[in-house]
């Protein structure tokens, strides 16, 4: 109880995700700038993929010797990203500029700063016992091995903690759009 007194316990650490579905008048041209709008804002594409389906195929005569081909088929885009936190709504805010209809948005916010402050204790509680079993470790001592646990263990608690204030600091944003139906002849 002392060592959470001690400890900031009004750590504030929220991580925001996002998920936004829309249609656009141009699938290619929105991945493109989508792109562009995450490097001006600091952010940074992790992932994305463009698929076009087709839908329905005709072959009407043109000629006597020619047919005409009329194909139908929709594009659809996938986009994954992080954005510094600070900016999450102004971006947000341009991606709906874009889309011609929002199918939907949603915004997830949570609270790690209870996970943060137990990685921190606990870290901190692995390096004094390991300072405590090599005060008393001899090289064919059983507490090598243990010592060496506990410091795996002190490794992965900050490296969580590392990972907690990435989230804290970039927000992930997933992007689904698509466009309406497109004819080829």
Same mark, same amino acid.
Do not use: C, W
């Given at each position: 109880?002392?060592?959470?007194?001690?400890?900031?316990?009004?750590?504030?650490?929220?991580?925001?995700?996002?998920?936004?579905?829309?249609?656009?008048? $141009?699938?290619?041209?929105?991945?493109?700038?989508?792109?562009?709008?995450?490097?001006?804002?600091?952010?940074?594409?992790?992932?994305?993929?463009?698929?076009?389906?087709?839908? $329905?195929?005709?072959?009407?005569?043109?000629?006597?010797?020619?047919?005409?081909?009329?194909?139908?088929?929709?594009?659809?885009?996938?986009?994954?990203?992080?954005?510094?936190?600070?900016?999450? $709504? &102004? =971006?947000?805010?341009?991606?709906?500029?874009?889309?011609?209809?929002?199918?939907?948005?949603?915004?997830?916010?949570? &609270?790690?700063?209870?996970?943060?402050?137990?990685?921190?204790?606990?870290?901190?509680?692995?390096?004094?016992?390991?300072?405590?079993?090599?005060?008393?470790?001899?090289?064919?001592?059983?507490?090598?091995?243990?010592?060496?646990?506990?410091? &795996?263990?002190?490794?992965?608690?900050?490296?969580?903690?590392?990972?907690?204030?990435?989230?804290?600091?970039?927000?992930?944003?997933?992007?689904? =759009?698509?466009?309406?139906?497109?004819?080829?002849?």
């Amino acid at each position: 109880a002392a060592d959470l007194d001690a400890a900031n316990t009004s750590v504030e650490k929220m991580t925001k995700t996002a998920d936004m579905r829309f249609r656009v008048k $141009d699938v290619q041209q929105t991945k493109q700038k989508l792109s562009e709008t995450i490097r001006k804002q600091g952010g940074l594409v992790m992932e994305f993929s463009i698929s076009s389906a087709v839908k $329905d195929t005709q072959k009407v005569k043109f000629s006597t010797d020619s047919l005409k081909e009329i194909t139908a088929y929709s594009t659809d885009g996938y986009l994954t990203a992080r954005v510094p936190a600070e900016h999450l $709504d &102004d =971006f947000t805010n341009a991606i709906a500029d874009m889309a011609v209809f929002v199918d939907n948005q949603s915004l997830k916010m949570e &609270d790690r700063g209870l996970a943060y402050i137990e990685n921190k204790l606990k870290a901190e509680n692995r390096q004094q016992a390991v300072a405590q079993i090599n005060k008393v470790a001899s090289k064919k001592s059983p507490n090598v091995q243990s010592a060496l646990s506990i410091k &795996d263990d002190y490794v992965d608690k900050k490296i969580q903690n590392l990972a907690i204030d990435q989230q804290v600091k970039y927000s992930t944003i997933t992007l689904n =759009f698509y466009q309406d139906h497109t004819v080829k002849t």
